[in-house]
């Protein structure tokens, strides 16, 4: 089945340490999605490729970065965790950014 | 500021009655909405949509209905089963800058009780 997969499903990093979030997909869509989703709030967006295309929204925080080296993968970098980035995070893809958007399990990640 | 706005945290309904999910949102300028739908430890998945230039869209027991002057929509399942608990997003997409990003609420938690 075609898919959206994240790794990992849990993460644990301490205070400032780097850590590296994992998405692939299976259906070769166009768009890559990163949200981030604290408990009992909205998923928020942090940013999205367009192909190569990226684009970071205005309130997005330095310290968080994304990578896709190639149409399959994309990851998500937070250079510097503080205790407020500990959330869920989703990945999600779709065709086009007007389109249905498909989403992984997500990460959650867990700052200790 | 919410643009996109779930008043409603939770909802207990009796199996096979009418669950209404309500949403609410602010910005004119959307004009596509979806209905998410998440069980725990999965993602969200696409549930139903519907476009500003429509009033309703239905797909089998799913209902979505569009007021634009009342910036409100709202999701019937009609019957209700247990299997439908779980947590509902509404989301709202606006085209911005060449491109479309979606907003989406904070979530309202079904429960269909047996």
């Known amino acids: 089945d075609a898919m959206v997969i994240q790794n990992p499903r849990y993460q644990v990093t301490q205070f400032g340490k780097p850590v590296t979030l994992s998405c692939s997909q299976t259906l070769n869509h166009n768009v890559m999605y990163w949200y981030q989703q604290k408990s009992s709030q909205a998923p928020k967006l942090l940013f999205h490729y367009y192909d190569k295309d990226f684009n970071n929204e205005a309130d997005t925080p330095d310290n968080f970065q994304s990578r896709r080296p190639n149409t399959s993968f994309c990851f998500l970098d937070i250079r510097s965790p503080g205790l407020g980035d500990a959330a869920m995070y989703l990945c999600a893809t779709s065709s086009h950014t007007r389109d249905t958007q498909y989403f992984g399990p997500g990460t959650r990640l867990t700052v200790l | 500021d919410q643009q996109v706005k779930q008043n409603s945290p939770s909802l207990s309904v009796q199996e096979g009655r009418i669950s209404i999910l309500n949403c609410d949102y602010t910005?004119?300028?959307?004009?596509?909405f979806l209905w998410y739908k998440k069980y725990p430890a999965e993602g969200p998945t696409f549930l139903i949509s519907?476009?500003?230039?429509?009033d309703k869209n239905e797909d089998g027991r799913f209902t979505v209905f569009l007021n634009k002057s009342a910036k409100h929509l709202s999701l019937h399942i009609v019957p209700s089963q247990p299997g439908d608990s779980a947590v509902y997003f509404c989301?709202?997409?606006?085209?911005?800058?060449?491109?479309?990003?979606?907003?989406f609420g904070t979530g309202t938690r079904l429960k269909v009780l047996a």
């Open positions: 910005n004119s300028m959307f004009d596509y």
């Open positions: 519907i476009s500003s230039i429509k």
């Open positions: 989301a709202a997409s606006e085209p911005t800058s060449g491109t479309y990003k979606y907003i």
